[in-house]
């Protein structure tokens, strides 16, 4: 068997991913998890004092916590399994991320598993987050300094 | 399989049919100050969905709903609208904001009908549209 047959038959035995019916579920779950973030946010505006603008902190923590509780229990898997990428687009993805990563490592020690691998996947999301927002930051402050722009 | 399509088909309709409650426009006036002008040029903006306006002691508090669509610049309006009012009561002070916490919190008042209590809940409502993120 050559390299051009058995490119042939691979491609002929690979089953065809449905693009379209993962794009649909992908859409509806993610759709459904922001569905679910909505209400948490209008739980915050409606009983805190919060406005629209800021309700979203306390509603993204809210969302983390529940993805974390939900990967906890062993849920999670099975939305991802049927959302995909609807389920880790959404901030829940980042609850998820780093709880498996824990659960993952867990037999390693408290201590250097759990600590050390628990921000394996979700630490750069950290960082980067962290890292480009002073970044912003400067800009905007150098910019403000110099009367381009006001705060 | 007839029943699961009528109970989806109800579903959708119990849901969508939260999304049209409405307040319309409201105007509250305790001070003997011309309101008329502002309702007006509340009531004539068509990009305006409703409007709960509060004008009590020597604050005017304006709560709006914008059309779905004029959201991305619900910041801007408000912001317009304002300077508009600004114009129309120059010794008013003034707050406009397209925040459903405002007009949510401006309705409440309205409703409770509490007036010992609006000076100091107007003046919540004035903090929280300033606080930023």
Redesign the interface.
Known sequence: MDEKKYQQLEQQITPKPKYLKNCIAAFLVGGFICFIGQFVALFY??YF???????S?PTVATMIFISMLLTGFGYYKKIAQVGGAGSAVPITGFGNAMISAAIEHRSEGYVLGVGGNMFKLAGSVILYGVFSAFVVALIKTVLVGLGVVSW | MAIRKILLLVFILVLLTGCSTSVGFKTVNTTDIDEQQAETLLKEDKRIKNAVMLIHDDRLIAGLRVNTFERFSKRKIAKELSKELKKMYPDLKITVSADSKVLLETNKLIEQENEQNYVKQMKKISALVKEET
């Open positions: 505006i409606s004092d919060f406005t629209e603008r800021t309700a902190n």
